[in-house]
Structures are given as structure tokens and as C-alpha cells.
């Protein structure tokens, strides 16, 4: 091999991509045997008790499947990054996500304006008001996890779609592109004026490392959403904070009383609950928008599309290399 194994190995670590390197895929699938994860099942249902006998005490029964949601997803998220490997993919999507902050204020321009007015209709809106200021917390926080998963659930479902439509597209030309500044950019040019070597033969993306790239992706594309779902919510929460005068929410929530949320006299509950409501609505169209819509889709997409054609070409090189 041209490029040292480990150099290349180590960029991959680097950029996320942990079950491109032998060593950590066979760790990783060491994780999901039945023994391993019969341990990780017992232990949510032992959450998901612990959960229920918490609200039943509090007499708050709609907080325990929130709160149930809440420990799963974080159980499984340290699960995922610990015994299945996944540390470099949390790692890198969120530098990659810290690092493109700069990029936030242009998409949210071109993605807010249209969006705002629509949603803003609904803030407005009399009904709206009164039905999340009748909702406990429990609920409308079910509801928010509920909406972030139907997202995920749906980027699981187009993003592979991407990876396919990338690793056809490998060929001479790609890998030299894709290859450049990394520890492979000499070998790519060596595989490329091979006339025995072609690249299409080992592009083809599958397997624990195709979902490597997929979770990649899921990540970056996810925190991006939450972020300008953030955006959103601060937006109404200033919004209905200098427009909402305390009569006109009364009326609209058919309340009796309106409190305050401790130390901002000016933000009640029930702004809080709507504009909670509002961002996580928010943020699942962002989701579908930002992978069906070509206009989202520049701005949101193309951000780590480059990235995905990088890891694409550095595999098919390395495992060309690795079959010379």
C-alpha cells in the first residue's frame, strides 16, 4: 500500500468513519450479539418501570412515556457510542456542525422567511393556544420527541438513497478528486492509471459500512434541524413576548389565570408551550425539506455531500490497495 494502513485508518477515525477500519467494524458487531444487547433490553425495561412507578407517584402519568423516550434515546446513544463504536461519528459530526456554525444565518435566511409566515398564522391563532396550553408538559414533550423521531425515521428512510446514488457514480476521475489532500491522494492516482484497476469494483457501499455513512449523515443533518429549530423557537419566544399582551393570551387559552415563568415576567407558560410546539413542527419540516426540496437541499444537503463523496473514493482506493 502506498499510503501506510494506519494513517489511513486513522483518517478515517477522524472523519466519523469507524467501521471502514476492520478492527472497530468486528468490535462494533461484537455489540449487537444476543447476549449484549438481551442486557441492554433488560435495562430499558428497567427504565421504562422505574419511569411509570415515577409519574404514578407524581400523579404527572403523561410525563413517564416522555420520560421513558428520553432515558432510551440517551441510553442508546451511549451504548451506540461506547460498546458499538460510535464515538468518532458523535465526534465528528459535531465539529463538522460546530465548524459550519458561520453557515447558519445564510440557510436559516433562505429557509425561515417562508416557513415563518406559514407557522406564524398558526401562532396567531387562537385554537393553537388553546390546545397546547391545555396540554401537560409531559405530553407536549412526547410530542416534541415525537415529531424528532418521525424525522430521524425519515432520513433513515431517503438517506441511503444518497450513498447508492454516490458510489455509482465512482470512477477514475472521482477517486483522484475525492482523494486530494487526504493520505491517499498519491495512491488515488496510481489506482486511477491502472488500466486492471476499476474503481467501480470496490465502490459499492454496504453493510455496517454503508450505515456508518448513513448515521454520519442522520447526525449532521439533525443537529443542523434542531439548531434552526432553536432559531425558531427564540424567534417566538421574543415574538409573542412583545406582541402577546396578557389579555389577548387569556382569552385565547379560556384560562382563568396565566403564570409566569420564574425570573422573565414576561414569558408565561403558555407562550413557552406554543412556541415549543411551533419549533418542533418546525424542525420536522425542515427535515423533509431539506432532503425533497432542491432548494432546501443546496443550502442544507450540500453541506456535507462533499463529505460523502470523500469517504466513498478514500474506501474504494483503500480497498484496491488492499486487493494489490
Known amino acids: 500500500m502506498t499510503a501506510p494502513r494506519a494513517d489511513v485508518e486513522t483518517w478515517f477515525l477522524d472523519h466519523g468513519l469507524p467501521y471502514f477500519v476492520p478492527e472497530e467494524r468486528d468490535a462494533a458487531r461484537a455489540g449487537l450479539r444476543a447476549r449484549r444487547l438481551a442486557v441492554l433490553v433488560l435495562a430499558l425495561l428497567v427504565v421504562a418501570a422505574g419511569a411509570g412507578l415515577l409519574a404514578w407517584f407524581s400523579e404527572q402519568y403523561a410525563a413517564g ?27 465528528f459530526a459535531l465539529s463538522r456542525t460546530l465548524g459550519s456554525v458561520r453557515y447558519l444565518v445564510p440557510m436559516a435566511s ?17 385554537e393553537a393556544w388553546q390546545m ?12 416534541a420527541l415525537l415529531m424528532l423521531g418521525l424525522a430521524v425515521l425519515f432520513l433513515l428512510v431517503r438517506l441511503p438513497e444518497e450513498v447508492d446514488r454516490v458510489d455509482d457514480a465512482v470512477d477514475d476521475a472521482f ?10 491522494e498519491a495512491a488515488a492516482r496510481e489506482v486511477a492509471d491502472d488500466p486492471a484497476v476499476d474503481p467501480q469494483d470496490f465502490a459499492q457501499v454496504a453493510g455496517f459500512e454503508k450505515w456508518n ?22 424567534f417566538f419566544m421574543l415574538f409573542g413576548s412583545l406582541v402577546m399582551e396578557a389579555e389577548t393570551q387569556l382569552a385565547w387559552t379560556q384560562l382563568d389565570t396565566l403564570q409566569n415563568v420564574p425570573h422573565l415576567s414576561h414569558v408565561t407558560f403558555s407562550l413557552l408551550k406554543v412556541s415549543l410546539f411551533l419549533a418542533s413542527f418546525s424542525g420536522f419540516y425542515f427535515t423533509v425539506s431539506a432532503v425533497t426540496d432542491e432548494t432546501y437541499r443546496r443550502q442544507f444537503f450540500s453541506v456535507v455531500e462533499s463529505q460523502l463523496e470523500r469517504a466513498v473514493g478514500m474506501r474504494a482506493v483503500y480497498l484496491a490497495l488492499k486487493a494489490r
Open 65 to 91: 412515556p416522555a420520560l421513558w423516550l428520553s432515558i432510551t434515546f440517551l441510553g442508546l446513544l451511549a451504548y451506540g457510542a461506547t460498546v458499538l463504536r460510535g464515538r468518532p461519528i458523535l465526534a
Open 110 to 126: 433562505r429557509a425561515l422567511p417562508l416557513l415563518l409566515v406559514f407557522v406564524t398564522f398558526l401562532f396567531v391563532n387562537a
Open 132 to 143: 397546547t396550553s391545555n396540554l401537560p408538559f409531559g405530553v407536549l414533550w412526547f410530542t
Open 175 to 184: 477517486i483522484v478528486r475525492a482523494c486530494a489532500g487526504t493520505p491517499l
Open 213 to 234: 455513512l448513513i448515521l454520519v449523515l442522520v447526525v449532521i443533518q439533525t443537529i443542523q434541524v434542531l439548531l434552526l429549530s432553536l432559531t425558531v423557537f427564540v
